[in-house]
Structure formats: structure tokens, C-alpha cells
């Protein structure tokens, strides 16, 4: 009776200090592969949210150009109230700058975020597959490109996954969590786990070009720019009627400046040859590209904006 009351005993001590399930879900060792807008945006939200990060860049001048952006955009948080110098400091303390993608192979999860090139990620992919251990898991931020294909460069299809951030992504509040055609519900809900542990709500999509986010919003920002080559409205009319009409935090054409027209572009020719003719991009926005008019990160795409990506002339 004894050892059974010493094994009781003992067995609701062993309960209380085994990891819960939610802890063994918890990845802890994160790392983001390029950190241009989209990846600058994702590493400040995992960092904000408490887990130290890797963050890697092609070369020096790309990764201190990276560093002096996130500074200057946490700057600015501070300067409308929004954060304080010392939650400054400790988002920078969790982040490790490197140029070296060697330095990422401990990490329980590596999400790339380089530009919508599909060979570029395969090298990635291909590179990430000989470096980590077999259980960590590949993440694919792209918009519009196969997961399933970018899998097949790897022996862990059943690792790869898509996280669909939308820029800024420290203010918006949803990710779209893809699944390639191998990815394991195992993988799915460890990346959903840690989703929402950096404040985001999870929509589950399965992988098919545009997903839910971009295949919508595409068609809607090139009609705006067809009305605004036909003469029909101004470019502040067009955003304004919609933004009044439908109750848009933001216009079809500030919001296309926000994603950057280069990328946009690169989405809707995507699309285009996935999906038919409604993607056809707008003669407008190849202008715009040609012209090196990219948006925000330009200072001018359909708008003017400052340093901070306010459009000139609003407060």
C-alpha cells in the first residue's frame, strides 16, 4: 500500500514537470533567410514576440542595410508612442545579423524570404536540405510560387510549409499557412503553434497559385489602375472613393505602393500565366517598374512618401 502511495505521489510530481504538449510544440530556434521589407518585417514580429532569431542576408551592405531600416523603423514606433527605447533594445538584443547560411543549421525552423525567383529558392532549399538536421522545418513565405516543386529539391517534403505574411508584417494580424502537397500534420500544427505564439491567426490554405490573400486583392489593384489610366479618377479620388465607399483602412493604389510594384508585378505575371487573362497586369504598372518607381521603399510609386512611408502631405 505504501509503494503504491510513493508511486501515486511520485507519479503527479513526474505530471507536473514534463513538458505539456503545448511545450513540445514550441520551436525555439528560428532563423529568417533575406531580410529585405518581408523579411526585416518577419524578423522584428518573431523577435518582438520573445524568441531570438538568425537573420541572414547575401552580403554586408545588404545586412547593414537591413539593420539600419529595422532601427529606423522601430525609431519611428517610438516617436508616435507606440514602443518604448527599452523594447527597442530588446528586440535588437534577440536578433543575430550574419551573412553565413551555415550559421542557421541548429535551428528547429528556417523561413526564407528572398524575392519571388523560383530557381533562387530552390538553391536555397537545396543548400538549407545538406546544412540542418532532419527534423527541422523549411518555410516558404513566397506569394504565388509551388511549394510542392521547391519540396522536390529536398528528402523532407513532408517538412515544407508556407507562411504567407502580408507587409507590415508586425501590424497585421494574419498569416496564411500553406500546405504543399507532402506537408505532415505534424509540421502543420508545430508552424501553427508557433504562428500564434508571435500574434498571428492562422487561415489554412492548400497550395494553389495566389493562395487566398493575393489571388483576391490582385484583380482589385489592377482594375484601379486601368480606371486611373483611363482618366475616369485621380489617383487620391480612386483611393478615396474606396476607402470611404467600403470601409478600407487604405486605397487599392497606396496599398499596391505599400507591397511594392515591382512585387506586385512579379505576382500578377505569375498569375497571369497561371490563371488567364483577368491577371494581366496594367501597362501602368510596368511603367511604373520600368521607371524604378517602386512604392513606399522608393519614396514614389502612385504617391510621394517620406522617409517613414507616409504619403506626403498627410499628417
Same mark, same amino acid.
Request: include cysteine.
Given at each position: 500500500?505504501?509503494?503504491?502511495?510513493?508511486?501515486?505521489?511520485?507519479?503527479?510530481?513526474?505530471?507536473?514537470?514534463?513538458?505539456?504538449?503545448?511545450?513540445?510544440?514550441?520551436?525555439?530556434?528560428?532563423?529568417?533567410?533575406?531580410?529585405?521589407?518581408?523579411?526585416?518585417?518577419?524578423?522584428?514580429?518573431?523577435?518582438?514576440?520573445?524568441?531570438?532569431?538568425?537573420?541572414?542576408?547575401?552580403?554586408?551592405?545588404?545586412?547593414?542595410?537591413?539593420?539600419?531600416?529595422? /532601427?529606423?523603423?522601430?525609431?519611428?514606433?517610438?516617436?508616435?508612442?507606440?514602443?518604448?527605447?527599452?523594447?527597442?533594445?530588446?528586440?535588437?538584443?534577440?536578433?543575430?545579423?550574419? $551573412?553565413?547560411?551555415?550559421?542557421?543549421?541548429?535551428?528547429?525552423?528556417?523561413?526564407?524570404?528572398?524575392?519571388?525567383? =523560383?530557381?533562387?529558392?530552390?538553391?536555397? =532549399?537545396?543548400?538549407?536540405?545538406?546544412?540542418?538536421?532532419?527534423?527541422?522545418? =523549411?518555410?516558404?513565405?513566397?506569394?504565388?510560387?509551388?511549394?510542392?516543386?521547391?519540396? /522536390?529539391?529536398?528528402?523532407?517534403?513532408?517538412?515544407?510549409?508556407?507562411?504567407?505574411?502580408?507587409?507590415?508584417? %508586425?501590424?497585421?494580424?494574419?498569416? *496564411?499557412?500553406?500546405?504543399?502537397?507532402?506537408?505532415?500534420?505534424?509540421?502543420?500544427?508545430?508552424?501553427? $503553434?508557433?504562428?500564434?505564439?508571435?500574434?498571428? $491567426?492562422?487561415?489554412?490554405?492548400?497550395?494553389? %497559385?495566389?493562395?487566398?490573400? $493575393?489571388?483576391?486583392?490582385? %484583380?482589385?489593384?489592377? /482594375?484601379?489602375?486601368?480606371?486611373?489610366? /483611363?482618366?475616369?479618377?485621380?489617383? *487620391?479620388?480612386?483611393?478615396?472613393?474606396?476607402?470611404?465607399? !467600403?470601409?478600407?483602412?487604405?486605397?487599392?493604389?497606396?496599398?499596391?505602393?505599400?507591397?511594392?510594384?515591382?512585387?506586385?508585378?512579379?505576382?500578377?505575371?505569375?498569375?497571369?500565366?497561371?490563371?488567364?487573362?483577368?491577371?494581366? %497586369?496594367?501597362?501602368?504598372?510596368?511603367?511604373?517598374?520600368?521607371?524604378?518607381?517602386?512604392?513606399?521603399?522608393?519614396?514614389?510609386?502612385?504617391?510621394?512618401?517620406?522617409? !517613414?512611408?507616409?504619403?506626403?502631405?498627410?499628417?
Amino acid at each position: 500500500m505504501q509503494s503504491e502511495i510513493n508511486r501515486g505521489v511520485l507519479g503527479e510530481i513526474l505530471d507536473e514537470i514534463k513538458p505539456s504538449s503545448s511545450e513540445k510544440q514550441r520551436i525555439r530556434n528560428v532563423a529568417v533567410i533575406g531580410v529585405g521589407v518581408m523579411g526585416r518585417g518577419i524578423v522584428q514580429t518573431i523577435a518582438q514576440a520573445g524568441f531570438d532569431v538568425i537573420a541572414v542576408e547575401k552580403d554586408e551592405e545588404s545586412l547593414n542595410l537591413a539593420k539600419e531600416k529595422l /532601427e529606423e523603423a522601430l525609431d519611428y514606433e517610438i516617436q508616435r508612442w507606440a514602443m518604448t527605447k527599452s523594447e527597442k533594445k530588446s528586440i535588437l538584443s534577440r536578433i543575430d545579423w550574419t $551573412t553565413e547560411i551555415e550559421d542557421v543549421k541548429e535551428c528547429e525552423l528556417v523561413i526564407e524570404a528572398v524575392d519571388e525567383d =523560383f530557381e533562387l529558392k530552390k538553391a536555397i =532549399f537545396k543548400k538549407l536540405d545538406q546544412i540542418c538536421p532532419p527534423h527541422t522545418i =523549411f518555410v516558404s513565405n513566397t506569394s504565388t510560387l509551388s511549394l510542392t516543386k521547391i519540396s /522536390e529539391v529536398t528528402k523532407r517534403a513532408d517538412k515544407i510549409i508556407g507562411m504567407h505574411f502580408l507587409n507590415p508584417v %508586425p501590424k497585421v494580424p494574419l498569416v *496564411e499557412l500553406v500546405r504543399a502537397l507532402k506537408t505532415s500534420d505534424e509540421t502543420f500544427k508545430k508552424v501553427k $503553434t508557433f504562428a500564434e505564439q508571435i500574434g498571428k $491567426t492562422v487561415v489554412e490554405v492548400y497550395e494553389y %497559385p495566389g493562395f487566398v490573400t $493575393t489571388r483576391v486583392i490582385l %484583380p482589385m489593384l489592377n /482594375e484601379a489602375m486601368h480606371v486611373l489610366m /483611363e482618366g475616369i479618377a485621380t489617383a *487620391e479620388g480612386i483611393d478615396t472613393a474606396m476607402k470611404l465607399g !467600403y470601409n478600407f483602412q487604405m486605397g487599392p493604389l497606396e496599398m499596391a505602393d505599400t507591397m511594392g510594384l515591382d512585387e506586385v508585378l512579379t505576382w500578377m505575371e505569375t498569375l497571369y500565366k497561371e490563371l488567364g487573362e483577368k491577371y494581366r %497586369p496594367c501597362p501602368i504598372l510596368r511603367k511604373l517598374v520600368r521607371e524604378g518607381k517602386l512604392g513606399k521603399k522608393t519614396g514614389e510609386g502612385f504617391f510621394k512618401y517620406d522617409e !517613414y512611408g507616409r504619403k506626403i502631405g498627410e499628417k
